[in-house]
């Protein structure tokens, strides 16, 4: 490495918010499995924290050596459905209280994977743990919920659907922080390191770590550089820029993975934005020209920039997974608050934008009286775009106080602007249940 490069990675730590955002050890509790629900929690205490008993230390310790701030230390495990489905039990929060233990005593910041893959319908344990995450995120700090309800290959389980509105108002009455912990999927990817949504799927490793990156910072400074250049020229500047930050993410993934003697998974290479000036995702698309974020061009902007950050990333790194786009979380995201208080971005422009980027409607406050449906049938429209587009999508959203307030969550989390929403009922199109079959360009066998 020469010096103008050492300048450069200065430059992004310093003056433009790079950082690691997350290095994420993914456990599988598959081994865990007791009829006894205690039995079974003790198992998964004991798991998490011997085999993540060093992961703080060895990521505090690569942040001093390599002088890049590791922001998250995070740990996600095997879906709980799965675990739970073996014991007779008809609440999960045993282990629920298990996970969020073994977080307090290993000093990670969150744990992910108390979660269900209910896509297709329901096996023993899926229905008992989705009524267990109200009480189970209004009772822990650090646990984090997912249920995928849809897939390409399978469909949308309207079922899930209407109980996942149901369980998002209830969680949201228990406790004001937990349905900022609780993630609705379709095409959920196995080794994703992003909170809230993380879990270790079924087809991973017994323990491997994966690494997110940051950077929106680091993008926007780049394209101040080329400003009035053509697109071809913006193109090539995000998708250099994106080669560099995936690089220290592979980095420190395989210092981290060689100190802990575990398997190195993936890169994420999601533009995670932070509530920090700076350090925004909207910023990033107003560079490219956009008086607003939420005005007419936005999603072609998006849809540039996700596509160059893993064109650029993918060059860097070989072992590439998680989400690996652009997230556009409201509350994280201080552009994209400023633009829903101007009135430039509302609900309706976030689900087209949801097309191109990694998730959804993330981190959105939408009124406490939004009835059920209504939640339920937004998840239902952000599936159906993940479905028949076969790309991951989600759904965070948060039912508390009355449109124009400021919900306040602190840290990463940010502060959520209390969306409107459309008044019209979707209660008899969400009460029909069952099964949206997998569309036919699915069928690729």
Do not use: W
Request: glycine share 10%; aromatic share 4%.
């Amino acid at each position: 490495m020469d010096i103008r490069q050492v300048t450069e990675t200065i430059e992004m730590i310093e003056e433009q918010h790079f950082d690691i955002r997350t290095i994420t050890m993914g456990i599988s509790l598959l081994d865990c499995i007791d009829s006894d629900i205690d039995k079974a929690a003790e198992k998964i205490y004991r798991k998490i924290t011997t085999k993540a008993k060093n992961l703080v230390a060895v990521g505090d310790e690569i942040a001093a050596e390599l002088g890049i701030p590791i922001v998250n230390k995070r740990v996600s495990v095997t879906p709980i459905s799965l675990i739970g489905a073996a014991t007779d039990a008809m609440d999960y929060l045993p282990l629920a209280h298990a996970l969020d233990k073994a977080a307090h005593e290993i000093g990670i910041d969150f744990i992910g994977g108390f979660s269900a893959l209910v896509q297709k319908g329901y096996q023993k344990g899926d229905e008992i743990l989705l009524n267990s995450i109200p009480q189970a995120l209004a009772q822990t700090s650090k646990v984090c919920s997912s249920v995928n309800i849809g897939s390409t290959k399978s469909g949308i389980n309207m079922t899930a659907v209407r109980d996942m509105g149901r369980i998002i108002k209830e969680t949201a009455e228990a406790s004001e922080m937990g349905a900022a912990k609780l993630v609705v999927f379709a095409n959920a990817v196995e080794d994703n390191p992003f909170m809230a949504g993380a879990f270790h799927g079924v087809g991973e490793a017994d323990v491997v770590i994966n690494v997110g990156v940051s950077g929106p910072g680091v993008v926007k400074r780049a394209l101040e550089k080329v400003r009035g250049e053509s697109f071809d020229v913006v193109a090539e500047t995000v998708k250099k820029t994106a080669f560099k930050i995936t690089r220290i993410g592979q980095l420190v993934g395989n210092m981290a993975s060689e100190r802990l003697g575990v398997k190195f998974g993936i890169v994420d290479l999601s533009l995670a934005p932070t509530p920090a000036v700076g350090d925004s995702v909207a910023r990033v698309l107003e560079e490219m020209g956009l008086e607003t974020v939420g005005t007419h061009g936005t999603t072609a902007a998006l849809a540039l920039l996700n596509d160059a950050v893993k064109k650029g990333g993918v060059m860097a790194c070989n072992q590439v997974g998680g989400l690996s786009g652009a997230f556009i979380p409201v509350s994280e995201d201080e552009g994209m608050i400023a633009a829903v208080q101007n009135g430039s971005l509302n609900l309706e422009k976030l689900e087209a934008m949801t097309a191109i980027c990694s998730v959804g409607l993330d981190m959105i406050a939408i009124p406490e009286t939004t009835p059920a449906e209504t939640i339920a049938a937004m998840i239902a429209d952000e599936a159906a775009i993940g479905v028949i587009n076969q790309k991951t999508t989600a759904v965070r959203i948060i039912p508390l106080g009355k449109e124009g307030d400021m919900i306040e969550f602190g840290g990463l989390l940010g502060t959520a602007p209390v969306m409107k929403v459309n008044q019209a009922s979707s209660a008899d199109f969400i009460n029909r249940g069952g099964q949206i079959p997998a569309p036919i360009h699915s069928f690729k066998n």
